[in-house]
């Protein structure tokens, strides 16, 4: 979850985004709290919860509300808190029952099942409109019968309501489940407002039922989730590679980097417009003293993946271009500087008067991009490849940084940041390695002790000379220790 309180992009089984990607994770599920369990099992308060309309169980869908439920299972009848969101209970359980909700006995949802029926019977019978209605001094089965002795639904010897519409009744639940009565639990649950009291309500000075607090009794025969939740996929551990299997990739390794070792880039003498944006003067200084780097960064994998894509797009532009002289790929470009002599652009697009930057960026690399703006080192050498077209004839007004994806399967994430071109960021980053080099190259003491005497900055983790445990500096910069 990010702080913004939604879920982080992922992808599904199938590879690609998952549709609850950036999506607002519900409240219920925040107060649930992490999962601490691989259980698939589903969690109360996350996949289901307690209905407080029915007492059923139901599913909560990925929203946060009740999923489409009956008032009791088997029923016609949906609940009226389906598709409503759920409300997880306050740590103030104790006020909350004290709120005026219509709470309900066992008696009271009788009698609104019989007035339910009974409004039905009435609507559906043509002889029903001369049926007297019962006499106000009768009360009903269900409130002449203790709880203990009240009799089960369809036994006719009990002393019921005489009125006609009063028997049989329609009940709403199957008859196979109505046995389940009798291993009933107590809850305290609300039912829907009784706006339609019958005129043969006994008057007492007794609290009415819309803001006593009662309790009321209801089966559960059926399982406590409707359906089961989403399950998570189960990882499985990596079956270990065989003795031929780990010959094979220390050959492979062997053999890439033997061939990343000789490759022009990584053996490169001159600086380029992609090295002369850092900030820290004493990377510079080193540069141009020719130090040997001591922290490669990794094992060149990287770079290598983001060549081969530099490649294959300069394939694809070419292509686009079919010969119209729109696009200008991998320009050769040089400069007024002994220091810097050369570059070459990745693209520039005429019609949009535009030069352009791929850049193959991993996930906290497209944030960052997205959110603060390029690197300072990236934007002077966009600037700078602009600066050379310039120099060529070509008309730029426009630069352009691209965040191609490689973490994701798509191109969703892909991000363009653009500014307009402006000569004085590659003319004043050209002049400061004039500046350093100078300085630099006129000592005549030990390239380390010189290029210390420089300010040093603090984006040093993938500095090519960065030694952090060389507190002498004999082998490279230990930074600002």
């Known amino acids: ?3 913004a309180r939604k879920y ?22 925040i107060n649930t709290g992490p999962v601490t369990s691989d259980s698939d099992a589903p969690v109360k308060g996350r996949d289901y919860a307690d209905c407080p309309a029915c007492g059923r169980t139901p599913r909560l869908d990925p929203e946060g509300a009740y999923g489409v439920h009956k008032i009791v299972s088997g029923g016609t009848e949906d609940c009226p808190m389906s598709g409503k969101p759920y409300q997880p209970a306050s740590a103030n359980a104790d006020d909350d029952m004290t709120s005026t909700q219509s709470i309900a006995t066992g008696e009271d949802i009788e009698q609104w099942r019989e007035r339910r029926n009974r409004r039905l019977a009435v609507s559906q019978s043509p002889e029903s409109t001369d049926t007297p209605n019962a006499s106000p001094e009768q009360p009903s089965a269900a409130q002449s019968t ?34 389940a009565y009798r291993d009933r639990e107590i809850s305290t649950v609300p039912l829907p407002p009784m ?13 009415p ?9 209801f089966a559960q025969p059926a399982p406590p989730f409707e359906q089961p939740a989403r399950t998570a996929r189960v990882l ?6 065989t003795d031929m299997g780990r010959e094979v990739a220390a050959r492979l390794k062997e053999v890439f980097h033997s061939y990343w070792n000789r490759s022009a880039r990584s053996t490169q003498t001159t600086l380029g417009p992609s090295d002369i944006g850092t900030p820290c003067d004493r990377q510079l200084a080193l540069s141009l003293l020719r130090v040997p780097p001591v922290n490669p960064g990794g094992d060149g994998w990287a770079t290598f993946v983001g060549t081969a894509v530099h490649a294959a797009l300069a394939d694809m532009f070419v292509w686009a271009d079919a010969n119209t002289g729109r696009y200008a790929v991998e320009t050769p470009m040089v400069f007024p500087n002994t220091y810097v002599p050369k570059g070459t652009g990745d693209l520039l697009d005429r019609t949009l008067l535009m030069f352009l930057d791929h850049k193959v ?11 603060t703006g390029p690197m300072p080192k990236y934007r002077v050498q966009i600037h700078t490849y602009a600066y050379g077209a310039r120099l ?10 691209i965040g191609w994806p490689r973490e994701s399967a798509t191109l969703d994430d892909l991000y363009v940041w653009t500014e307009p071109y402006d000569p004085t960021v590659a003319i004043d980053a050209l002049a400061r390695v004039e500046r350093i080099a100078k300085q630099a190259l006129g000592s005549t003491g030990p390239p380390l002790e010189t290029a210390r005497r420089f300010p040093v900055t603090d984006d040093c983790r993938f500095c090519p000379y960065f030694a952090p445990g060389d507190k002498a500096g004999e082998r490279g910069c230990n930074g600002k220790a």
Request: charged letters at 30%.
């Open 1 to 3: 979850m990010t702080q």
């Open 195 to 207: 706006d339609d009291a019958p005129e043969d309500a006994p008057a007492s000075g007794k609290e």
């Open 8 to 29: 982080r992009k992922h992808n599904d089984e199938s590879g690609e985004e998952c549709d609850m990607s950036r999506v607002f994770v519900p409240e219920h599920v």
């Open 392 to 401: 060529k004839g070509e008309k730029v007004d426009y630069v352009a940084i």
């Open 361 to 371: 960026m991993g996930r906290w690399s497209l944030d960052k991009l997205s959110t």
């Open 146 to 179: 203790s709880r203990e002795d009240a009799p089960t639904r369809g036994d006719t010897t009990t002393n019921a309501d005489p009125t006609p519409a009063a028997a049989p009744e329609q009940s709403d639940l199957p008859a196979q489940q109505l046995d």
């Open 236 to 241: 499985r551990e990596a079956t270990p590679m």
């Open 209 to 217: 039922a819309s803001t006593a607090l009662r309790t009321v009794e």
